[in-house]
């Protein structure tokens, strides 16, 4: 919509839960939940999305709603510039500019279709009152001003990338940093985002061992405006509801203001003067040891942690709006913390000369964390002013500060085994056993099985004839997936403040508690069992491919907050499956 801070959505075969978040799992490099944004586009090598409970389910929970993988680009000893010591570099520069408009603006009256339509009003009011003149009838502002026009302008947008790569036979570095900046179509929007990219691989103990090391990190600026609703800070509002004949500016310069009806004001006034700003730091920093330790056993450690430092800020300086207004000001700040740990052991066999064997099984750790804090004052007549005002500083009316805090843990174990006779039949099965702290007392931990197979009928004796088919195997897999993306601690009793009052033993004024949930010791895990059957093709020397899928799902135990009865409940909610 040409909002350069718009978010994005993605679903993965629709939406799977009904309260619990349906996003899917983002992995980068081997660590999951990263944040795909703080990639520079350029820096990726390939993606690849997993659809079905069968593909997602080593990701335990985190892939109930799908997974999406994304390799980062790497040094490699296929690069240009080779020397004859074994060493090579490479660097590449991108530069990329986009310019966007405004395809339809929505038609309005324009200053003459308002004046015009005045003068029909006038010749009709003077049949009765011969003594009516333009102000009886229309005030007129006096300017012909098009408010779609000053809000919007065209939309710039760049990208510049730069990357150093290399190696030699013990191992390889790269290393990128990108800058962009996009100018949004409605004035007072814009986004600034530099990243920064590094990864280096090294092999030691006669290549037995490889140790890869990767960080990324993005620092992201956004200015936003208000425009979805309509209130007095609203611009595309209070753009279309603005009367034409007003001009923009008085001819001191000053910003125009006229009260004409209810919840008016001057868009551009809003725009230049209103303060909605973002600071955005992000961080993924990954370390991962594979050790061959016999031939065909690799023993992997895979460490990784991210961390989100955003702050929000927002300023409204007194006399900005038509009616009487002290201004308004809030700051928010949140941090987000996530740190993995995974433990696998990958056994890789061939038998003979047709059968293959992949045996994979592990232990994975993840802690996520989260913390921030809210800050708001203004005018005591402000719409922001509520019943819980806690503090009165100098030249500030009302006050109100909050903070919060959440920790949640997730352990899995799981073990997959792979077979296939001379890559013609395939069979896999795959076992989790996953424990979320998000859950009651009683139903912490959940097993999660997974089995498919596959046939490839492009390499069977009665398909040779036909020359010009690539593949066509047939697959079919079934897998159950837990979900727990509901948030921390919604089987304990949630105790929040809700008022003040006196104590009448002390005289002192307190604060007063209330519950905001009930405990629910029976909350578990929200599961979606799949049948998945494929069809993979490639015809013509594999110019045309792709995949047909069937498939069925079924969530139970849908995870939300429901309604019940006070008394006999301490709160109005509850948490649970249904």
Do not use: C
């Not at 008085?250 to 230049?272: C, L, T, W």
């Not at 047709?354 to 750790?365: A, D, I, K, R, T």
């Not at 429901?562 to 499956?577: G, H, K, R």
């Amino acid at each position: 919509g040409g909002d350069p801070n718009a978010g994005f959505s993605v679903r993965i075969r629709g939406a799977s839960g009904y309260d619990a978040n349906t996003q899917p799992l983002y992995v980068v490099d081997g660590i999951p939940n990263a944040d795909p944004t703080m990639i520079s586009p350029d820096d990726i090598e390939s993606y690849n999305v997993l659809k079905d409970a069968a593909s997602t389910a080593i990701y335990g929970s985190q892939g109930s709603n799908g997974v999406i993988i994304i390799t980062t680009k790497k040094g490699s000893d296929a690069q240009k510039g080779k020397s004859s010591d074994g060493t090579y570099s490479n660097v590449d520069f991108t530069s990329q500019f986009a310019v966007e408009q405004i395809a339809h603006k929505v038609k309005m009256l324009s200053a003459s279709d308002m004046r015009n339509y005045a003068a029909t009003l006038l010749a009709a009011a003077k049949v009765k009152h011969p003594n009516y003149t333009m102000d009886s009838v229309f005030r007129d502002g006096g300017a012909s001003t098009d408010w779609q026009n000053e809000i919007y302008r065209l939309g710039f947008s760049t990208s510049n990338d730069l990357s150093v790569s290399g190696g030699s036979k013990h191992g390889t570095y790269l290393g990128s940093v990108g800058q962009s900046n996009w100018d949004g179509i409605m004035k007072g929007t814009s986004k600034n985002r530099t990243t920064a990219h590094v990864n280096i691989t090294h092999k030691a103990l006669n290549d037995h061992l490889t140790i890869t090391g990767n960080m990324m990190g993005a620092i992201e600026k956004n200015k936003y405006q208000n425009y979805s609703g309509w209130g007095q800070d609203d611009i595309i509002y209070q753009a279309l509801s603005r009367n034409p004949t007003d001009p923009v500016y008085n001819a001191n310069g000053s910003y125009y203001k006229s009260s004409r009806v209810f919840n008016y004001e001057n868009p551009i006034s809003i725009i230049d003067q209103e303060t909605n700003n973002r600071d955005d730091k992000k961080f993924l920093g990954g370390l991962k040891f594979d050790l061959e330790i016999i031939k065909g056993l690799t023993g992997s450690v895979n460490l990784g942690y991210t961390r989100e430092d955003q702050t929000h800020n927002y300023f409204r300086p007194a006399n900005l709006y038509q009616s009487a207004d002290a201004g308004f000001g809030s700051k928010q700040y949140d941090l987000n913390v996530n740190k993995v740990m995974e433990i696998t052991g990958n056994y890789v066999k061939t038998f003979g000369k047709s059968h293959n064997l992949n045996v994979l099984g592990g232990y994975s750790w993840q802690n996520e964390a989260y913390s921030g804090f809210f800050a708001k004052g203004g005018d005591a007549q402000s719409p922001y002013a509520g019943p819980d005002n806690l503090a009165t500083l100098n030249n500030v009316v009302w006050g109100d500060i909050s903070s919060w805090r959440g920790e949640s843990t997730r352990i899995g174990f799981f073990a997959r085994a792979q077979y296939n006779y001379a890559s013609k039949y395939y069979i896999s099965g795959s076992l989790r056993r996953d424990g979320s702290s998000r859950f009651g007392t009683n139903h912490k931990w959940g097993w999660f099985p997974t089995a498919a197979i596959g046939w490839s009928l492009e390499k069977e004796k009665f398909m040779r004839s036909v020359k010009w088919l690539n593949q066509l195997k047939i697959r079919a897999s079934y897998g159950v997936s837990g979900n727990d993306k509901i948030g921390e601690y919604h089987s304990l009793t949630l105790w929040v403040p809700d008022g003040r009052t006196i104590n009448p033993e002390t005289g002192q004024n307190v604060i007063t508690y209330s519950a905001a949930w009930n405990p629910n010791p029976d909350l578990k895990w929200e599961q979606t069992s799949e049948i998945n059957i494929g069809l993979d093709y490639s015809v013509l020397n594999e110019r045309i491919s792709g995949s047909l899928e069937v498939y069925s799902k079924k969530t139970t135990d849908l995870l939300g907050q429901y309604s019940v009865p006070v008394p006999p409940n301490l709160a109005q909610t509850t948490y649970a499956n249904s």
